[in-house]
């Protein structure tokens, strides 16, 4: 079954902040789709995302997944359905190879199967020549791909990537691109997060547009972008 | 005077001990302190007292362990067990100041990464302390380089007795009173080259460990 991902009057306000970083914030997420979200700086992009990968919980209204709320139960359980990547990835010490293993690990997969997922991915994203470097010796673009290839080892329902594109090279880009029309074609959802709103329309179906934590525009993304162009 | 390699290594003793009892509360107190915002304020009592006289600690010690103290039944007073006691009291605001700085800064990289792989706070709290030891030995150490220069706990409540609480920096006292300049240099630098060598050490171990 696929996921739906529901929000539903969400406000979310930082622990020692009085100001609301999402604000009333409403929106139905499907499987198989593509979002983008774009907006200034501060507008609650990152939070947004953070908000539907369950690492936040909300300050007001709801997050649904499939018509549940996670935080009403278990919570550990809906967070192996989603993964979060952050712009700037932390890499746990060790090799690429400990970085790709470390969810696997956390959800109690055996060497055979953690070999077998890591292989397929460092193909896929060119980076079976990095496996044994050090991962904190890695240039920024190489620990964000490798932190791509970290979340989608785990084959998540959901996945939030965080300015993916920030860092990565041109040929990069391309490869992973291609890795996100294929998680798409799997059925997953994908949300990503970008200033780059061309490279959004490029790869996405539906635009969230951000403004102090408000969604101001959202829609199919050749029209958000054609109204964008005109109002700028 | 005892020879020194007995005095150096009754202090190595004693401050080591003392040193890993505090750890043994103190990192996790950091811990507690760092992932519950409702404790925060303890923060600051912890690092308005990093800098706490030695003598004053000593002192008010000696009151609690001496004879008509509420603690005399014990019978501490001017025993290497006091001593211990007193530093690892002492070091205790050192060690978990700066390990509920390392533990803040690893809560907010560590285990979020940890959340969003999937894990159960368990898990998370153990990849946060997995990835934060190499700088949590580093503040260990610096309390162990305070206790053992330390004087005002080890001279009150140890009382520099010969052959049971003489340690360094009590030594190095008695032999300056005495006129033995020559003795108080020898040790001096014995406490210096521990301290040097104790620091060489945990940046060697934060190499080698690649702290981020």
């Known amino acids: 079954m696929g996921i739906r991902v529901e929000l539903r009057g969400v406000s979310y306000i930082y622990p020692g902040s009085k100001s609301r970083a999402l604000k009333n914030v409403s929106i139905t997420l499907r499987n198989g789709m593509c979002y983008g979200v774009t907006g200034p700086n501060g507008s609650g992009k990152t939070t947004l995302l953070k908000i539907i990968s369950l690492l936040y919980k909300p300050t007001d209204g709801h997050v649904l997944y499939n018509g549940t709320d996670p935080w009403g139960g278990d919570i550990t359980s809906y967070r192996k359905r989603v993964v979060y990547v952050h712009e700037k990835p932390v890499m746990v010490r060790g090799s690429v190879l400990d970085n790709l293993a470390l969810g696997l690990r956390i959800r109690g ?88 709103i061309g490279l959004l329309v490029s790869l996405c179906d539906y635009i969230i547009y951000l403004e102090n934590g408000e969604i101001v525009l959202e829609g199919p993304a050749g029209e958000v972008y054609r109204e964008l162009l005109s109002e700028h | 005077m005892e020879p020194i390699q007995i005095i150096v290594l009754r202090s190595l003793t004693i401050s080591g001990t003392a040193t890993l009892l505090a750890a043994l509360w103190s990192i996790p107190l950091a811990y507690l302190l760092a992932s519950s915002r409702r404790f925060r304020p303890l923060v600051y009592f912890f690092e308005a007292l990093v800098g706490i006289p030695t003598v004053l600690v000593g002192l008010l010690l000696y009151l609690l362990l001496s004879r008509n103290g509420p603690l005399g039944f014990l019978e501490l007073l001017y025993t290497p067990q006091a001593i211990i006691v007193g530093e690892a009291l002492l070091i205790t605001p050192l060690i978990t100041a700066v390990s509920y700085q390392t533990i803040l800064t690893g809560l907010s990289y560590y285990r979020e990464l940890a959340l969003t792989l999937g894990a159960s706070d368990k898990q998370a709290a153990l990849l946060v302390f997995r990835e934060t030891l190499p700088s949590l030995i580093s503040s260990v150490v610096m309390g162990f380089s305070r206790a053992v220069g330390e004087l005002g706990v080890a001279l009150i409540v140890g009382g520099n007795i010969k052959g049971y609480t003489r340690t360094m920096t009590t030594s190095i006292a008695l032999a300056t009173a005495m006129g033995e300049y020559e003795a108080a240099v020898k040790l001096g630098l014995v406490l210096t080259a521990i301290a040097v060598g104790v620091s060489l050490a945990v940046r060697l171990v934060r190499r080698e460990w690649g702290s981020e």
């Open chain 1, 109 to 196: 997969y055996n060497g055979d199967q953690i070999k077998e997922r890591i292989e397929r991915i460092a193909v896929k994203l060119d980076l079976s020549p990095l496996l044994d470097r050090n991962a904190r010796d890695l240039s920024a673009g190489q620990r964000q791909l490798v932190a791509i290839a970290r979340a989608l080892v785990l084959d998540p329902d959901v996945i939030a990537l965080d300015e993916p594109y920030s860092n990565i090279d041109f040929r990069k880009r391309k490869r992973l691109s291609r890795v996100v029309n294929e998680l798409r074609g799997k059925g997953k959802l994908v949300v990503i997060s970008s200033h780059d």
